[in-house]
């Protein structure tokens, strides 16, 4: 099977079971679930629970067994995205290639939206059909990635910057929270779900940060070379706003050298643990294909 076939085999039992979890837009209050169901369930590449799904079968364990903490970790990247688009932080019109969810209905049901499904996603993992002390230490890994210490506070330090000379330190702060953080979450969390040790977990963990990495490079890169109808969102707008990114501090050239370094350091650390999956390669590499 080839691997973009491959990526929707994991991707559909997501996309079915979202559109099992999320409330019906037929239940009270209507527009909120209306609004929830609009973002998540958007076209989307499902990056990071196809990895929470790939993390475990590396672990030796079925991708059911982790469907809903997979969908758990696209709910908290809905909401996260939801309230970056926001026009108090990126102000967005266009992502996944349909309005924004405030331009579609106003900031403040955007707001409640995402609030919505941050909660949801808590819900959702910590009813996981697993042993009691992995459900909770993949709640633990879920929270902590998306706070202050990971893509909260990597999404503050990347506002903070706008306008100002950043350097490489700040750059990776910034980068290896916003994105990093939620995709190392995902394959550390299908890990321990999968019932891994520590230090297999510990190990797919920084496998997800290098390969968050990778992809917010590739999302700088593209986003000064491309175009909205292309990526499904605003184009040029970093530089617009004069945010933080790889193309800004190391230019086009030396950024994509960057983001194929990461994909590499990812797959040497996995390979130097004996962690074998026949996608792992072919997801590391799809993260910073677009560049192609």
């Keep these: 099977m080839s691997f973009p076939l491959q990526l929707k085999a994991y991707s559909e039992p997501v996309d079915a079971r979202l559109r099992q979890l999320l409330p019906s837009v037929e239940t009270p209050p209507t527009e909120l679930h209306a609004a929830m169901r609009y973002s ?76 919505a499904l941050f909660a949801l996603a808590l819900e959702s993992l910590s009813r996981s059909d697993q042993m009691a002390e992995r459900v909770v230490r ?42 990093g953080a939620l995709i190392g979450a995902a394959c550390e969390i299908g890990a321990v779900l999968g019932g891994a040790d520590r230090e297999v977990s510990k190990a797919l963990h ?32 970093d530089r617009e706003r004069q945010k933080a990114t790889y193309p800004s501090l190391y230019g086009l050239e030396q950024s994509r050298e960057k983001a194929e370094f990461a994909v590499e350091g990812a797959l040497a650390g996995l390979r130097s643990m004996g962690i074998v999956h026949p996608h792992v390669e072919e997801l590391a590499y799809y993260a910073i294909q677009r560049l192609q």
């Design 206 to 237: 920084l496998f997800g940060i290098q390969i968050g990495l990778a992809f917010q490079i590739a999302d700088d890169i593209l986003n000064e070379t491309s175009t909205a109808e292309q990526l499904g969102k605003s184009a040029g707008s």
């Design 40 to 115: 998540c369930l958007a076209p989307g590449k499902r990056l990071r629970p196809v990895l929470c799904m790939v993390a475990a079968e590396s672990v030796g364990a079925e991708i059911h067994s982790v469907l809903d903490a997979a969908c758990a970790i696209e709910m908290v990247h809905c909401f996260s995205l939801i309230h970056d688009d926001l026009p108090a932080i990126d102000n967005d019109d266009l992502r996944r290639g349909v309005p924004t969810l405030h331009k579609k209905y106003g900031e403040a049901m955007a707001i409640l939206a995402g609030d």
């Design 138 to 179: 993949a709640v633990q890994i879920l929270t902590a990635a998306s706070g202050s210490g990971g893509l909260v506070g990597g999404e503050v330090v990347d506002v903070l910057s706008e306008g100002k000379a950043v350097d490489a330190v700040t750059l990776d702060f910034i980068h290896q929270r916003k994105t």
